[in-house]
C-alpha cells in the first residue's frame, strides 16, 4: 500500500513540475505540502486504522440528517413514531441475515462467547455473592464521626414550582 502512495506522489510531483511556467506562481502545490506534513491517520479515512468507523465527523450529522428530512413539520410525537419505524425497519431489515451468519459462525469463525470476559460469567457472578453478609449494628452502638459536619449547600436546591424556562427561540419555532 505504501509503493501506490508513494508513486501516485511522485506523478504528481513531475506533473506540477511540467504543467506550469516558471513565472506563475504556484497555489495549488500549498495546500500538498501542508497535508504531506500531517500524519495520514490525522486526516484521510483510509489510514485511520478503523478508528473513525467509516464514518468521518461531518458524515455522520449529514446522514442523520438525511433520515430524518422526511419528518420535518411534524410533530415531537409523529417524529418519534417516524425515527422508531425507520429503526424498526433498518434492524429488521438485517436481523435475519446476521443471525444465520452468526449461527453457522461465519462472520467470525469462532464462538462470539470467547470474547466476553471471564469476570462476567456465572459462576464469578455466584462466587462474589457466596459469603455470608454481616448484618449492620444498631444504630445505638455506631461510634460518633470526628470531623467536620457536612451541610449541603442551600442556595443548590430547587426551588419550588415548575422551572422558568431558558431555551432560546429561533426560526424553527414559527408556526406556518
Known amino acids: 500500500m505504501q509503493l501506490i502512495k508513494e508513486a501516485e506522489i511522485e506523478a504528481l510531483r513531475k ?3 511540467t504543467g506550469r511556467q516558471e513565472s506563475e506562481p504556484d497555489s495549488s502545490i500549498m495546500p500538498y505540502t501542508y497535508l504531506m506534513k500531517e500524519d495520514l491517520d490525522m486526516w484521510t479515512q483510509l489510514h485511520d486504522g478503523g478508528y473513525r468507523y467509516g464514518a468521518m465527523t461531518t458524515n455522520v450529522s449529514e446522514c442523520f440528517n438525511g433520515v430524518l428530512k422526511g419528518a420535518r413539520g411534524l410533530s415531537i410525537a409523529a417524529m418519534v413514531e417516524f425515527t422508531w419505524s425507520k429503526l424498526v425497519t433498518y434492524f429488521h431489515d438485517r ?4 443471525t444465520y451468519d452468526l449461527s453457522e459462525g ?3 469463525g469462532q464462538d462470539a462467547t470467547t470474547y466476553i470476559d471471564p469476570c462476567y460469567s456465572l459462576e464469578n457472578a455466584i462466587r462474589t455473592y457466596s459469603h455470608q453478609f454481616l448484618v449492620p449494628k444498631s444504630e445505638s452502638l455506631w461510634r460518633d464521626v470526628d470531623g467536620p459536619k457536612w451541610v449541603p449547600d442551600p442556595a443548590l436546591l430547587r426551588g419550588k414550582g415548575r422551572p422558568v424556562k431558558s431555551r ?3 426560526e424553527m419555532d414559527g408556526v406556518w
Open 168 to 170: 432560546i427561540r429561533n
Open 106 to 108: 461465519k462472520l467470525l
Open 95 to 98: 436481523h435475519k441475515e446476521i
Open 15 to 17: 506533473k506540477l513540475r
